[in-house]
Nanobody, 116 residues
Framework: QVQLVESGGGLVQPGGSLRLSCAASGFSVIFSRMSWYRQAPGKERELVAKMASFSGGTDYADSVKGRFTMSRDTAKKTVYLQMNSLKPEDTARYYC?????????WGQGTQVTVSS
């Protein structure tokens, strides 16, 4: 049974950092494409970062390039999103996603609020 559980969100001041975690169960993260999305109130969900299966190659939205880094720990079956130099516009609920066997799986999300 595929399950994704995010953690690590919170309130942070502009310029601060957070590291989000996504614990996966029911599958191996190395064999699956993994992604981070976010959704702010009144806005559509948007892709923030994605990691290819096997190679682990990453790609980022232009709005977060150079500030966010996605990584994985295959032994812990966890993917991470390191977020630095956070801005108020990064405020959103962040979701972990994987796509397997033509099915999209989502976690419950973790809230990130960037405010002074």
């Amino acid at each position: 049974q595929v399950q994704l559980v995010e953690s690590g969100g919170g309130l942070v001041q502009p310029g601060g950092s957070l590291r989000l975690s996504c614990a996966a169960s029911g599958f191996s993260v190395i064999f699956s494409r993994m992604s981070w999305y976010r959704q702010a109130p009144g806005k559509e969900r948007e892709l923030v970062a994605k990691m290819a299966s096997f190679s682990g190659g990453t790609d980022y939205a232009d709005s977060v390039k150079g500030r966010f880094t996605m990584s994985r720990d295959t032994a812990k079956k966890t993917v991470y999103l390191q977020m630095n130099s956070l801005k108020p516009e990064d405020t959103a609920r962040y979701y972990c996603n994987t796509w397997r066997d033509n099915v999209d799986y989502w976690g419950q999300g973790t809230q990130v609020t960037v405010s002074s």
